[in-house]
Antibody, heavy 119, light 106 residues
Framework: QVRLQESGPGLVKPSGTLSLTCGVSGASISSNQWWTWVRQSPGKGLEWIGDVYHSGNADYNSSLKSRVTISVDKSKNHFSLRLTSVTAADTAVYYC????????????WGPGTLVSVSS | EIVLTQSPATLSLSPGDRATLSCRASQYVGTYLAWYQQKPGQAPRLVIYEASKRAIGVPARFSGSGSGTDFTLTISSLEPEDFAVYYCQQRVNWLSFGGGTKVEIK
């Protein structure tokens, strides 16, 4: 059973950098599947942030591409999200998720973590 | 960017009713479409992928259909646990989600 768990600060100051990690159990980060970040602003819908393959190859939402980096750490079996120059509009629940294979359907999700951007 | 438009925004139904949710894509996506269910305070759950395949553990009352630009999620007879928000997602051009349809108790 694949399990994902987000971790990181729940509060980030405006203009700062949001950094989250997704711990993976029940699967290897080196498996043939995509590792994905999705966010959901309060009361709103789902927004794809981007995803990464174990090779380090990553795809990003064009609206966030200039500020986001997603990376993998094979030694720790986790992947990470870094979002720079945050504003209040980046306040959201951040989910990590993964496909079961190379098809980008998100079979497994973490419980999500709320990150607030405020001074 | 492929935009997914879901309708209706809200569906008010009673347990036992049939629910029909629609998702329309702004460009051709073949059958590369999924549906997710989300309950308050929970992460989304994959229900249907590849337009019509049920994910593991999803009851047979859920079915998906469509191809190209028009897709439908049908719940044949609503159970109390089915009242939730449903999102469609395409994977042809990066990933994007629809705005959601809330299925609420009438």
């Amino acid at each position: 059973q694949v399990r994902l768990q987000e971790s990181g600060p729940g509060l980030v100051k405006p203009s700062g950098t949001l950094s989250l990690t997704c711990g993976v159990s029940g699967a290897s980060i080196s498996s043939n599947q995509w590792w994905t970040w999705v966010r959901q602003s309060p009361g709103k819908g789902l927004e794809w942030i981007g995803d990464v393959y174990h090779s380090g190859n990553a795809d990003y939402n064009s609206s966030l591409k200039s500020r986001v980096t997603i990376s993998v750490d094979k030694s720790k079996n986790h992947f990470s999200l870094r979002l720079t120059s945050v504003t209040a509009a980046d306040t959201a629940v951040y989910y990590c998720a993964t496909s079961a294979d190379l098809m980008k359907y998100l079979h497994h999700w973490g419980p999500g973590t709320l990150v607030s951007v405020s001074s | 960017e492929i935009v997914l438009t879901q309708s209706p925004a809200t569906l008010s139904l009673s347990p036992g009713d049939r629910a029909t949710l629609s998702c329309r894509a702004s460009q051709y996506v073949g059958t590369y479409l999924a549906w997710y269910q989300q309950k308050p305070g929970q992460a989304p759950r994959l229900v249907i992928y590849e337009a019509s395949k049920r994910a593991i553990g999803v009851p047979a009352r859920f079915s998906g259909s469509g191809s190209g630009t028009d897709f439908t999620l049908t719940i044949s007879s609503l159970e109390p646990e089915d009242f939730a928000v449903y999102y469609c997602q395409q994977r042809v051009n990066w990933l994007s989600f629809g705005g959601g349809t809330k299925v609420e108790i009438k």
